[in-house]
């Protein structure tokens, strides 16, 4: 690590790490029990009339009782444990847990907070996959991503209003600039929505925060601690017929506004492919696997078609066709589930960086996005947003962007000062996905 900065952990008692260890992983972990106990009590499992069916209960108790274990476990501290399947990417966490544990006590509170964080998530994986018959099974897709959808819809159709009036009217340059730029700040607060975040809210509530209108855009952009649209809209308009690449957070309503922005970027001639990196496992309960990705348009369009909202259900129909003209793509890279924060794509993910060097422009989305970005370090916040970048900012980087919703402790290239005022206005902007950041970095000029 650089000197004067260490990993965040959950040891750490003043950060949202701790907080995180301590309160909000438990509570994860319970719906997860929750999810489970409820498919076990549906009709067919609560009375097994099938072999089959008894063995599924069984393994559904089994994993109850697993997830039960890990709870209790990381209330107490304990160590972590290997895991024991065979896919691929075992040797990597198995050897990362390892060169861990051999500098210090390889436990919850004390390993790194990005590690034990991304291991719950592949851990519970692990759980799923080593059974006959809940191998396919997302625990958060049912109960969590799949119910909140509903709460974004209507957020959804008025957004597709607002695309349909730019795209069919004569824009100037000026213009042109503006509905980028909103579409920018839309696709910034879809991350508010995230569900690891928002256990509990309901959906009318949602709806609120889910902006979209410029107006409303508007009084948030006092929001942005850190602003650089000026500097990434010079750089998108700099880009003809060019390759962006989104580097997916969260399913429904973030997933739509990442689609709207995408859609936006074909229709001015920016981009001529887009690539959407989506996740291989459940992942930080609302991140967006390919199956969430195709579930959310066909979900959309079985709501428009119910609605008879027909400029809704055209727009989903164009997506699906520029998926299909490979316009768009769908990309899925296990590096993106690994341990690794991002300073290690063009180590440990060389194929994948080699790959995403052929971008011109790179969009992370999401707080973990940004957390894997600056490598969960105790930065100061004052640190340039190159030195937090460390190997990311190599001469074959594409110019990239962290369009993110502040929920956790990191936050670098703020000015002098403004950390400090941000604590006097609100003592937990670091934490409460209140605030934003608009963080680009130019290629490095060699
Ligand atoms: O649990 C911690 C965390 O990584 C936070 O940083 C954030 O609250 C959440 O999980 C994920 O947020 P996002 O979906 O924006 O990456
Ligand atoms: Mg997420």
Known sequence: YPPGTSPLRGAMKDTFAYSTVKERLPVILTKC?????????????????????????????????????????????????????????????????????????????QLPWLFIECYL????????????HWKEYDIFATQQKETSF??????????????????????????????????????????????????????????????????????LEEKVIVNDTQALLQEIEGITAGRVDIIMDNAGFELYSDLILADWLVHAGVAKLVVFHAKRIGWFVSDTTSRDFHWTLDAIQKHAKAIGDDNLDSRIERWRGLLAAGTWRLQVDPFWTLPYPFWQIPTAGAELYADICKSQLLIFKGDLNYRKCVYDLDWKTTTSVEDALGGLCDARTPPL??????????????????????????????????????QFRPRTQT
């Open 121 to 132: 998530y592949r851990k519970i994986h692990e759980l799923f996959i080593l059974t006959v």
């Open 401 to 438: 962007v962290m369009l993110r919703t502040c929920k956790s402790d990191p936050a670098v290239g703020l000015r002098a000062g403004q950390a400090e005022e941000l604590d006097r206005a609100d003592p937990k902007w670091r934490v409460n996905g209140k605030w934003g950041m608009i």
């Open 150 to 219: 509903s709460g974004s819809v209507k957020s959804m159709e008025e957004l597709a209003k607002h695309l349909r009036d730019v795209q069919t009217r004569t824009l100037n340059d000026d213009e042109q600039k503006t509905v980028l730029r909103e579409f920018v700040h839309f696709c910034l607060w879809g991350n508010q929505t995230d569900l690891s975040l928002l256990q509990d809210v309901a959906h009318a509530d949602m709806h609120k925060m889910q902006q979209t209108s410029a107006a409303g855009l508007k009084q």
């Open 33 to 109: 029990v929750d999810t489970l106990s409820r498919e076990l009590h549906a009709r067919t499992l609560a009375a097994p009339s099938s072999p089959a069916d008894a063995e599924k209960a069984a393994e559904a108790k089994h994993i109850i009782a697993e997830i039960s274990k890990l709870v209790y476990e990381l209330q107490r501290d304990r160590p972590l444990q290997p895991l024991t399947d065979t896919e691929e990417d075992v040797g990597v966490w198995n050897a990362t847990l390892a060169s861990l544990a051999a500098k210090g006590p390889a436990t919850w509170y």
